[in-house]
């Protein structure tokens, strides 16, 4: 199978590496790394071991690249202006698409882009660092939820959970996709919000505050009750779970806490804005998150 990786960051070196080694053909679209993923190859650093893709197919444009069976999407939320520019020369009939973005709305912009083909959306719950150009440390291997946007596509979407399973990515496939990414939210808008918002900490700080912990707790239950309206239903203790697996985390450094300090654009608007805005046309109240909106806008603008 012939991928494209769109967004070589921390994701998209991390699993399209895995795909490569699995024995897939995949091309890598970068930019800042890509010099040294020509000199160099990829190198992923994990904790029982540490490869690199020496051979790494890397361009700077997508017509190089030419039409895929599968287009990865894995760059920040706030690039995706770019993608009517970007994806065209990579994608044909047949082509599918998978986006592996945080927040909400993603999967959305690719169907209207490209409303012939098939959009499934992937669901990273992982810990990954992008250390230096093309080099990605791994904290937490994790697992990816995936589905399709479409109800109708869930076999197509269970072939390529099984291609990410041959890669020995641990992967489920989640016949209700808008589910998944509300899910996440109950970790993303807490753990990356207050990173921020606390001054650029890491997750120890978080849980290890009576405070910040307990900020982090009154987000998850909002988010978890605009969730309830829209019928899903994450089961009892999924509050406890969440810091439970946040404190082996140590000293991690959430992706928009990084981009933030990094002076790079938060995605402000895919994993706070879209929500709280899905939660208020619901009538659900979330004070918090529209407190936490209010401050993000301001301090990442």
Same mark, same amino acid.
């Given at each position: 199978?012939?991928?494209? *990786?769109?967004?070589?960051?921390? *994701?998209?070196? &991390? &699993?399209?590496?895995?795909?490569?080694?699995?024995?897939?053909?995949v091309?890598?679209?970068m930019r800042?790394?890509?010099?040294v993923?020509?000199?160099r190859?990829?190198?992923v650093?994990?904790?029982?071991?540490?490869?690199?893709?020496?051979?790494?197919?890397?361009?700077?444009?997508?017509?190089?690249i030419?039409v895929?069976?599968?287009?990865?999407v894995?760059?920040?939320?706030?690039?995706?202006?770019?993608?009517?520019?970007?994806?065209?020369?990579l994608?044909?009939?047949?082509?599918?698409?998978?986006?592996?973005q945080?927040?909400?709305?993603?999967?959305?912009?690719?169907?209207e882009?490209?409303?012939?083909?098939k959009?499934?959306?992937?669901?990273?719950f !992982?810990?990954?660092?992008?250390?230096?150009?093309?080099?990605?440390?791994?904290y937490?291997?994790?697992?990816i939820?995936?589905?399709?946007?479409?109800?109708?596509?869930?076999?197509?979407?269970?072939?390529?959970?099984e291609l990410?399973?041959?890669?020995?990515?641990?992967?489920?496939?989640e016949?209700?996709?808008?589910?998944?990414q509300?899910?996440?939210?109950?970790?993303?808008?807490?753990?990356?919000?207050?990173? *921020?918002?606390?001054?650029g900490?890491?997750?120890?700080?978080?849980v290890?505050?009576?405070?910040?912990?307990?900020?982090?707790?009154?987000?998850?239950?909002?988010?978890?009750?605009?969730?309830?309206?829209?019928?899903?239903?994450?089961?009892?203790g999924?509050?406890?779970?969440? *810091?439970k697996?946040?404190?082996?985390?140590?000293? &991690?450094?959430?992706?928009?806490?990084?981009?933030?300090?990094?002076?790079?654009?938060?995605? !402000?608007?895919?994993?706070?804005?879209?929500?709280?805005?899905?939660?208020?046309?619901?009538?659900?109240?979330?004070?918090?998150?529209?407190?936490?909106y209010?401050?993000?806008?301001?301090?990442?603008?």
């Amino acid at each position: 199978m012939k991928i494209a *990786i769109v967004g070589s960051g921390a *994701i998209g070196l &991390y &699993y399209g590496a895995l795909l490569q080694r699995s024995g897939q053909e995949v091309a890598f679209l970068m930019r800042s790394d890509l010099p040294v993923a020509k000199e160099r190859g990829i190198r992923v650093v994990r904790k029982d071991e540490t490869f690199v893709l020496d051979e790494v197919a890397a361009f700077a444009r997508a017509e190089e690249i030419g039409v895929c069976d599968l287009v990865i999407v894995s760059l920040k939320a706030t690039g995706n202006g770019s993608l009517a520019e970007i994806l065209p020369p990579l994608v044909g009939r047949g082509t599918k698409l998978l986006t592996l973005q945080n927040g909400l709305g993603n999967d959305a912009l690719l169907a209207e882009l490209f409303p012939k083909n098939k959009v499934f959306g992937g669901l990273c719950f !992982v810990c990954l660092n992008r250390i230096e150009p093309a080099v990605v440390e791994n904290y937490m291997a994790g697992s990816i939820s995936l589905g399709p946007r479409l109800g109708e596509d869930l076999a197509e979407a269970e072939e390529i959970v099984e291609l990410f399973k041959a890669a020995g990515v641990k992967t489920r496939c989640e016949p209700n996709l808008a589910e998944v990414q509300w899910k996440k939210l109950v970790w993303n808008v807490p753990f990356n919000g207050l990173a *921020i918002a606390a001054g650029g900490v890491t997750t120890d700080v978080i849980v290890g505050s009576p405070e910040l912990c307990g900020e982090a707790r009154a987000l998850m239950r909002e988010i978890i009750a605009a969730s309830h309206f829209f019928g899903y239903d994450f089961g009892e203790g999924f509050e406890d779970y969440q *810091i439970k697996i946040t404190r082996p985390m140590e000293g &991690y450094r959430p992706s928009s806490m990084i981009d933030f300090v990094e002076g790079r654009p938060v995605e !402000v608007e895919a994993i706070w804005g879209e929500p709280l805005r899905q939660a208020k046309a619901a009538g659900v109240a979330t004070p918090k998150l529209e407190m936490l909106y209010a401050l993000l806008k301001r301090l990442c603008r």
